[in-house]
């Protein structure tokens, strides 16, 4: 009689036990709505009720002992598994942009005449796995005419709101020079027939997957003169920090001729671009965490800032895969975000 019972909670009933529970999982996940841990769950119960069909049914103890041991290695395995996949992603995905996608001086025709412009072909990715492609491009002499505006930029009305001001200044001055940007996200939207929340995130995915560079005021130094975080970075790539440039943030017009920006730069061309196609859609600063994102009036799940009896969900600009209000968790206690400027 011990051995009979000590049979059917022994090593074979485990492994088919966790053989079906696997596949109950994997088949589960895909094709219902569940999520990982109900699927599991419900994968566990189903081959529970098998094996013991066909070896005999256990001890409860046996049961419950088998379920979590399964449990735990299938639920690491899908862990450890998320986790490759995501490195390689990523890893692939790197070099892409540095062959595809740099700037170049090249020519286009309007109205019969030839128009150098600075362009880049930009393919990325947005947070639900849709691929774009498409040209930002900008006229040399658009650029020639805007890069060195802000030099002249009067402060006079900026006392209580600067940065609200700088930007709206900037938003103004350069939006009329962003046409063929606009043209191209057009075009996806025609082609791609994106709905409101799809096209605000074609869009700033499109910002968020160009690599970081550094705005500075002042010349740009070597890596160990500043602090740890922006060490990192420039001991790993010198050339992503623009010095000397009025303000610390670069017009949209110099951004897309260049591809290089920091947080605030990356703002006000995505407030700049979405203004344009009559989005809600607001900047936010932050003196605390020392930095911008912005926020947009659209219904979605996440953290919100409110203004004005409007709910603007965060968006954070200078890294990929983050959606419409989520935040970096060292970025993202809501009290030390403040609204500085709105487009409606």
Request: with cysteine; glycine share 6%.
């Amino acid at each position: 009689m011990n051995s009979t019972k000590k049979n059917k909670n022994g090593c074979l009933w485990i492994f088919i036990f966790g053989l079906i529970s696997l596949f109950g999982w994997i088949f589960i996940s895909a094709f219902t709505n569940f999520n990982l841990y109900i699927s599991g769950i419900a994968a566990m119960i189903l081959s529970a009720l098998l094996t013991s069909k066909w070896l005999g049914r256990p001890s409860i103890i046996g049961i419950l002992v088998n379920s979590i041991i399964i449990f735990s290695v299938i639920f690491g395995l899908r862990v450890i598994s998320n986790f490759f996949l995501e490195a390689i992603t990523i890893t692939s995905e790197e070099p892409d942009f540095k062959i595809k996608e740099s700037v170049s001086l090249t020519t286009i025709i309007e109205d019969n005449d030839t128009i150098p412009v600075y362009s880049s072909h930009r393919v990325w990715r947005d947070n639900y796995g849709n691929n774009f492609e498409g040209k930002l491009r900008v006229r040399d002499k658009d650029y020639l005419r805007l890069k060195d505006r802000l030099k002249s930029w009067s402060a006079r009305d900026a006392t209580v709101n600067f940065w609200g001001s700088l930007y709206d200044y900037l938003e103004q001055t350069d939006s009329p020079s962003l046409d063929l940007v606009i043209d191209t996200f057009q075009e996806i939207h025609s082609e791609r027939k994106l709905n409101q929340m799809e096209f605000a995130e074609m869009v700033v995915t499109c910002i968020q997957d160009i690599p970081y560079s550094f705005v500075f005021q002042e010349a740009c130094l070597a890596a160990e003169n500043y602090e740890p975080s922006i060490r990192r970075v420039l001991e790993e790539c010198p050339e992503c920090c623009m010095g000397n440039v009025t303000y610390g943030i670069q017009n949209p017009v110099s951004f897309i001729q260049n591809l290089k920006g920091d947080c605030d730069t990356r703002t006000v061309i995505i407030y700049s671009i979405l203004k344009h196609f009559n989005y809600d859609v607001a900047i936010m600063n932050s003196e605390f965490y020392r930095h911008s994102i912005i926020g947009i009036n659209l219904p979605a799940k996440g953290l919100y800032k409110r203004h004005y009896g409007k709910k603007y969900m965060v968006w954070e600009t200078t890294a990929k895969y983050y959606e419409a209000g989520n935040l970096p968790g060292n970025f993202d206690d809501i009290t030390h975000w403040n609204v500085i400027l709105t487009s409606k």
